[in-house]
C-alpha cells in the first residue's frame, strides 16, 4: 500500500498572552516616545487652524508620554504645550495644564534622583564636608548642596584638587551673587549636573588663559 505524507498546519508558538489580552504597541508605553511624533504634535498644535477639538485629542495622546527635558527643547512641544496652557477655550487650557504637569512631575523626580555616591577616606570627608558646608552657606538649602557637591566631585574624577576647589569656590560665589540663579535651583528648575557642568567650563576657561 502507497503512504501518503499529510502535512499538517502547524499551531503558532504561545506567546503567554491570552486571547482575551493584546499586546501594546511601542506607542501605548508612556516610557517610549516618538520623536516624530512629538515634532509631529508640535506642528499640529502650533497651526492656528487646528479646531480645539483636535488640540484636546492630540494633548490626551502626549497625557502619559515621558519624554526627556532635551526632547522637550529639541521638538518644540514642551514650549507649545506651555503656551496652550493659557488658551482662550478652557477644556484645552485645562488638557495642556494636566500634560504640562505631567511631564514638569515627571522631570523634577529625574532632577532630584542623587547620583551613587562613592565612600572616601577620612580626609577627603573633612574636605568635601567643609564644600557642603560652604554652598550650602550661600543657598540655605544642605540637601541641594550636598547633591551639588556630589556632581562637582564625580566631575573632577573623585578627586579634591585645585579644581574641585575653585570650582566648589565659583558655586559659593555664583549664589551669593545671583539670586535669580539661587531662586532657579532652590525651586529645582534648574538640572544640577548642567549648572555644574557650566560652572566646570568657566573654571577650566581661566585655567586655559593663565
Known sequence: MDKFLIKK????????????MKQASLHQLGGVVILEDLT?????????????????????????????????????????VHRL???????????????YGFWKTHILHLLRRKPIEVESDAETKRGRASAKKMINLALNNSVIAEEIEIHVFIKCKKIMNHT????????????????????RVN??????KEFVEEM???????????
Open 200 to 210: 566646570y567650563r568657566d573654571v577650566m576657561k581661566v585655567y586655559a588663559k593663565q
Open 40 to 80: 509631529s504634535a508640535n506642528q499640529q498644535l502650533s497651526n492656528p487652524e487646528i479646531s480645539p477639538d483636535q488640540k484636546i485629542y492630540i494633548l490626551n495622546k502626549l497625557k502619559n508620554k515621558k519624554p526627556a527635558k532635551e526632547i522637550l527643547k529639541s521638538t518644540g512641544i514642551g514650549r507649545t
Open 9 to 20: 498546519t502547524k499551531e503558532p508558538p504561545s506567546s503567554g498572552i491570552s486571547r482575551g
Open 85 to 99: 496652557c493659557r488658551d482662550e477655550n478652557p477644556i484645552v487650557s485645562c488638557a495642556a495644564n494636566e500634560v
Open 187 to 192: 525651586e529645582m528648575n534648574s538640572d544640577l
Open 164 to 183: 574641585y576647589n575653585r570650582v566648589i569656590r565659583k558655586i559659593h560665589f555664583c549664589f551669593k551673587g545671583n539670586e535669580d540663579q539661587k531662586r
